[in-house]
């Protein structure tokens, strides 16, 4: 698992350069990042569907998008989500 690797689903993600650099400057940020993005791929046949749903609001994150929450630090939040709601 790599920076490098990170900083492409984040170009996927199509996050802005503060979005980017808020999401991957977390700790332990880039782990989760292809974790939560290899799920989204498993959910969804469609890929353009997959690496718009972090953007989009989401009842289970209080109307908030995934990339909010990950942003304010719930990087884990998200991640565990799709792991637990999903499988």
């Known amino acids: 698992m790599s920076d490098s690797e990170a900083d492409k ?4 993600w199509q996050l802005n350069d503060l979005e980017k650099r ?3 400057d977390q700790p332990d940020a880039a782990p989760q990042v292809i974790s939560i993005h ?3 791929h ?8 997959a690496d718009s749903w972090i953007k989009k609001t989401n009842a289970a994150f209080d109307k908030r998008s995934a990339l909010d929450v990950m942003l304010d630090g719930g990087i884990e939040r998200v991640r565990k989500h799709l792991k637990y ?3």
């Open 9 to 12: 689903i984040a170009k996927d």
């Open 22 to 24: 808020q999401l991957l």
């Open 38 to 40: 290899d799920s989204l």
């Open 42 to 49: 498993r959910i969804f046949e469609n890929r353009d569907q």
């Open 85 to 87: 709601h999903h499988f």
